[in-house]
């Protein structure tokens, strides 16, 4: 397939670079869209943007066919939650199923739209359907139905009987307190006519989101029993710090605090200095993005020369010294 690479149960966005540009440019543009930065480590990576619209800040991923089982679907959706950010997949097909055009999919704080809508919503269109848990839904100006209602004479039980809901749901609505299944919203439209279109409001595809509390934890755990990330989460643990191990993000740990957050780089001898160079260069905006702290930890037999390459990407500790890195994270929270 043109412009496209399989990995996995995912089918990575690499070709059409020009189109990804394009839809950037034209976010900017008609959106107000800010891209924050472009992250190029590593390859094989869960978020290709970071961008910031009306104020608040999202992770974008392009793809073409992405799974909700995959590694880069679970790590996005566990970075997600641990930055407390919303992330928008781009894609053509979730669990090879072609996603519908005009159509926000919500899934916790994972949005994904086709590559279709994106280009559309880039050039100015509007999205006003959302699919959560199988249904599509409509987002509705209450106050507008309400207003509606009293202008055509109709009152609350006379409405709900026309449309076939109870009185209740029908108040619920016009309190803003449920969305409208799209089928529901077509017997509104049988009764009003096109005046119905002005009570249906558009869905942001980047803020719009259903957060619900999750009673169980079900993020994505990484296989890591002969990494020595591991090891080095092990040691951070034990001095009371949360910290998790990443893959396909520039951070390979993240320490979160309710004061702050370290993103930690871990530096092993067999890569290259292209590959050390742009893995703690992302580590480092990463950070600066997200108002953490940039760590870099680097094997004990790395050279000096190499150390001194990475020193202006953030702290700088050998493996052999977490200990003290742990103790000097633990001091920065308490502040």
């Given amino acids: 397939m043109n412009g496209y690479s399989k990995d996995g149960a995912n089918m990575e966005y690499k070709g059409s670079r020009g ?3 394009k ?7 008609a959106r107000g869209t800010n891209i924050l930065h472009k992250v190029t480590y590593p390859r094989d990576r869960s978020v290709d943007h970071i961008i910031e619209h009306k104020n608040c800040k999202t992770l974008l991923k392009f793809a073409d066919n992405i799974s909700s089982r995959g590694r880069l679907y679970q790590e996005l959706k566990k970075l997600s939650k641990e930055l407390n950010v919303n992330s928008l997949i781009v894609a053509n097909k979730l669990n090879d ?3 519908m055009h005009e159509v926000l999919y919500i899934r916790g704080r994972l949005g994904l739209v086709s590559t279709y809508t994106i280009k559309h919503y880039a050039a100015g269109d509007k999205v006003f359907v959302y699919e959560y848990n199988g249904m599509l839904y409509v987002k509705i100006d209450g106050k507008k139905l309400k207003a509606l209602r009293e202008q055509k004479g109709f009152r609350i039980h006379e409405l709900a009987n ?4 109870s009185a209740k749901a029908l ?3 016009e309190d803003d307190k449920m969305d409208m299944t799209v089928e529901r919203a077509y017997r509104f439209l049988e009764i009003f006519g096109n005046e119905f279109e002005d009570v249906i409001e558009e869905v ?7 957060i619900q509390k999750e009673t169980e934890d079900h993020s994505y755990n990484i296989k890591v029993s002969t990494d020595k990330r591991a090891k080095i989460v092990d040691r951070l643990r034990s001095y009371g710090l949360k910290a998790n191990i990443y893959n396909s993000i520039p951070s390979d740990i993240i320490t979160s605090d309710e004061n702050i957050r370290f993103f930690i780089s871990y530096i092993e001898r067999s890569l290259s200095e292209d590959d050390i160079k742009s893995k703690c260069e992302n580590n480092y905006f990463f950070a600066k993005t997200f108002k953490g702290m940039p760590v870099v930890v680097v094997d004990d037999d790395i050279d000096r020369n190499r150390i001194s390459s990475i020193e202006e990407y953030g702290y700088v500790s050998k493996v ?4 003290q890195l742990a103790r000097e994270i633990v001091e920065e929270t308490k502040r």
């Fill in 171 to 173: 108040k619920d609505y």
């Fill in 162 to 165: 026309a449309v076939g809901v």
């Fill in 19 to 21: 189109d990804v540009d």
């Fill in 23 to 29: 839809i950037l440019s034209n976010l900017v543009k």
């Fill in 320 to 323: 052999s010294n977490i200990g």
């Fill in 204 to 210: 942001d595809i980047f803020r719009d989101r259903i």
């Fill in 97 to 99: 199923e072609m996603l």
